[in-house]
């Protein structure tokens, strides 16, 4: 069963990033068959799946094209644990966002509980 | 980006109904169609991927399929554990894309 723990600041002012960490247990972020996905939900946008990273041998990144130019998902293979970086950020970027994982075929089997960031000054 | 449209929005019924909730996508999709259940305050939780295939561990009074170009999340009797919003997600083009959801009231 894999366990999904979210972590990073509830709020970021305009302009600023971003930045979350989920920890991964009861699995490894370099296991060849997961990924490890990033996606929000704000009451505007519905649910958005932002990007993922997965491991075939190296590593590999796909990120949304609504956020193509402004998002960063890294692997951390010493800490078992992925992260998301949201450059410029604005208001519209205020919403609830889950680390996900699954298959790589792109459907998320296993959630984080989620965190709220909220964009303002 | 394809459009994944779902109906109704909210929808009231009694324990022990049925319930259909139905998903369009903007263009063919094939069977790649997963569905999802989200109680207030929680993350989504995976029901159906593949169209029709349940995850483990998932009653069995939910069920998928396909008719034509819509698909459809089925709750055969109702109970009052299934009130949440239900998101159809589909997985085979870039950008992966949800619907809007359907929120489930108990009567």
């Known amino acids: 069963q894999v366990q999904l723990q979210q972590s990073g600041p509830g709020l970021v002012k305009p302009s600023q990033s971003l930045s979350l960490t989920c920890v991964i247990s009861?699995?490894?972020?370099?296991?060849?068959?997961?990924?490890w996905n990033w996606i929000r939900q704000s009451p505007s946008r519905g649910l958005e799946w932002l990007g993922r990273?997965?491991?075939?041998?190296?590593?590999?990144?796909d990120y949304s094209t609504s956020v193509k130019s402004r998002i960063t998902i890294d692997p951390d293979t010493s800490k078992n644990q992925f992260s998301l970086r949201l450059s410029s950020v604005t208001p519209e970027d205020t919403a609830v966002y889950y680390c996900?994982?699954?298959?790589?075929?792109?459907?998320?089997?296993?959630w984080g509980r989620g965190t709220l960031v909220t964009v303002s000054s | 980006d394809i459009q994944m449209t779902q109906s109704p929005s909210t929808l009231s019924a009694s324990v022990g109904d049925r319930v259909t909730i139905t998903c369009r996508p903007s263009q063919s999709i094939g069977r790649w169609l997963a569905w999802y259940q989200q109680k207030p305050g929680k993350a989504p939780k995976l029901l159906i991927y593949m169209t029709s295939i349940l995850e483990s561990g998932v009653p069995s009074r939910f069920s998928g399929s396909e008719s034509g170009t819509a698909f459809t999340l089925t709750i055969s009797g109702l109970q009052p554990d299934d009130l949440a919003t239900y998101y159809c997600q589909q997985y085979h083009s870039w950008t992966w894309t949800f619907g809007q959801g359907t929120m489930v009231e108990i009567k």
């Open positions: 996900a994982s699954g298959p790589v075929t792109g459907i998320f089997d296993s």
């Open positions: 990273t997965y491991y075939r041998s190296k590593w590999y990144n």
């Open positions: 009861g699995d490894s972020v370099s296991n060849n068959s997961a990924a």
